[in-house]
């Protein structure tokens, strides 16, 4: 199976950078999702991967083959890559079976389409026609069909974005279960930070033309690289703060733990998940607080305080008693992440 190495790729459309000398490297057999808000420039890069797009400069390698950089392109139909768009994209007048099989070209394909529509998770729909499908079955037929000729790689642009939130999340435990069966290599464009924490070994995260982090999931999320990351891919607490010299920082609450060390007399934030925040249980006091509201998700419920000017998110898990106007006393049992 095949890397893919991005490096320093730049892009623009109308004097206006969509790329910005961004680096993007993928492991062998992984899945990596590139998060970023709409317009941030994840589906351009996606297309120049797939080479449906020609880069200003930079280099894309998949496998031990260079496909663009140093006078070297190759067309797409030489990168050996399968691309899921956004919307299934099936021939209305093919059936299942000859929609799969069309990326085959006249090979054999005896067993082939049986077996990939059963690691789709349809089996017996060879011979029903796309309009007979949900929109979910014929997300899951476009997967087969970018997996029919075997590709090194698979790219995915945003493929469950139309699906309601249920079947979503169905449809894509299955789509990506198909796709690490095969051993491919897959990049998924998503703007759904659920989605791509889900599924993906890597999250690379679009900002400003470029990639501003990659990391593994947990390590976007509980560490990430600037304040705008933490923004961007949960919800936040912040405190102003100032460093200490050690790894705590003094606020308006007192001083508080940070996860990494600050410079003595140095202004900035601490941010705070709400999951590090309770009502409940051990944990150094942070402060009393009014409760402004409660909404309850059944999974968990989030609860919004105010102390003085200090807006509050608190996560818990279940049901709690709480409601608007109770006094609170909120505790912090992770240490923030202080930024400059």
């Not at 893919?4 to 004097?15: C, K, W």
């Not at 496998?63 to 140093?70: C, T």
């Not at 789709?120 to 309009?131: D, E, F, Q, S, Y």
Request: net charge negative; glycine share 10%; with cysteine.
């Amino acid at each position: 199976m095949s890397s893919i190495e991005v490096g320093g790729l730049t892009m623009r459309f109308a004097d206006v950078p969509v790329l910005r000398d961004l680096d993007l490297h993928v492991q062998t057999s992984t899945v990596t999702a590139i998060l970023g808000s709409s317009g941030s420039g994840k589906s351009t890069l996606l297309r120049c991967i797939a080479g449906l797009l020609r880069p200003e400069a930079g280099s894309i390698t998949i496998g031990s083959a260079v496909v663009f950089g140093d006078g070297v392109w190759v067309p797409p139909e030489r990168r050996g890559i399968g691309l899921v768009p956004q919307e299934g994209s099936l021939f209305p007048h093919l059936t299942v079976g000859a929609n799969v099989s069309y990326g085959l070209r006249g090979r054999d394909t005896s067993g082939r389409i049986e077996h990939l529509l059963d690691l789709v998770g349809l089996p017996g729909t060879a011979n029903m026609r796309p309009h007979e499908l949900s929109g979910g079955m014929q997300q899951r037929v476009a997967v087969a069909r970018a997996l029919a000729p075997s590709p090194h790689v698979v790219l995915l642009d945003e493929p469950f974005s139309a699906l309601d939130a249920g079947l979503r999340d169905d449809v894509r435990q299955d789509v990506f279960a198909a796709i690490r069966a095969t051993g491919a290599t897959a990049i998924l464009v998503t703007h759904d930070q659920e989605e791509a924490f889900a599924v993906a070994d890597q999250v690379a995260v679009m900002m400003d033309a470029t990639i501003a982090q990659q990391a593994p999931p947990a390590d976007v999320y509980l560490t990430p690289a600037s304040l705008d990351i933490a923004r961007f891919v949960g919800d936040t607490v912040i405190v102003q703060a100032r460093g200490t010299g050690s790894n705590t920082a003094t606020s308006d609450f007192g001083d508080l733990p940070a996860h990494n060390p600050t410079r003595a007399g140095e202004s900035g934030v601490l941010v705070f998940r709400p999951e590090d925040l309770q009502i409940t249980g051990d944990g150094p006091v942070l402060t009393r607080a009014a409760v402004s509201t409660v909404n309850y998700h059944g999974h968990d419920t989030v609860v919004a305080a105010r102390a003085g000017e200090q807006e509050l998110l608190i996560r818990v898990l279940g049901r709690q008693s709480v409601k608007a106007g109770d006094e609170v006393t909120v505790r912090v049992t992770r240490p923030g992440i202080f930024f400059r």
